[in-house]
């Protein structure tokens, strides 16, 4: 059974930065593609980076530039690099996988894509 866990978030200032990682659990990830996501309260979820087996990455425009996403396969982790915090960054944060190919996604940002969801962890920005 395929999970994925979260880590790293936390509280920090407006400007400051936080790594969140993403362990899967019961599948080597050996292809198909990860990404991240989030959820503020009374919003929908939305696609915040995406990363695909072979390096092939997108971010979302809100955080390009201060977000990174990446991976490490060898340890079955992805992570997410956050840096130069806003508050309007506060939310749940979320990893999700699909088995699907890069070039399969209609768009590697839209939370329907994913098949495989983390617990979430939350990052919350004060100014």
């Known amino acids: 059974q395929v999970q994925l866990v979260e880590s790293g978030g936390g509280s920090v200032q407006s400007g400051g930065s936080l790594r969140l990682s993403c362990s899967v659990v019961?599948?080597?990830?050996?292809?198909?593609?990860m990404g991240w996501f989030r959820q503020a309260p009374g919003k929908e979820r939305e696609g915040v980076a995406a990363?695909?087996?072979?390096?092939?990455?997108r971010h979302a425009d809100s955080v390009k530039g201060r977000f990174t996403i990446s991976q490490d396969n060898a340890k079955n982790t992805l992570y997410l690099q956050m840096n130069s915090l806003k508050p309007e960054d506060t939310a749940m944060y979320y990893c999700?996988?699909?088995?699907?190919?890069?070039?399969?996604?209609?768009?590697?940002?839209?939370?329907?894509?994913?098949?495989?969801w983390g617990q979430g962890t939350q990052v919350t920005v004060s100014s």
């Open positions: 999700a996988l699909t088995y699907r190919l890069w070039w399969i996604l209609r768009d590697p940002l839209r939370a329907n894509e994913y098949n495989y």
């Open positions: 019961g599948y080597t990830y050996s292809s198909g593609c």
């Open positions: 990363i695909a087996f072979d390096g092939r990455l």
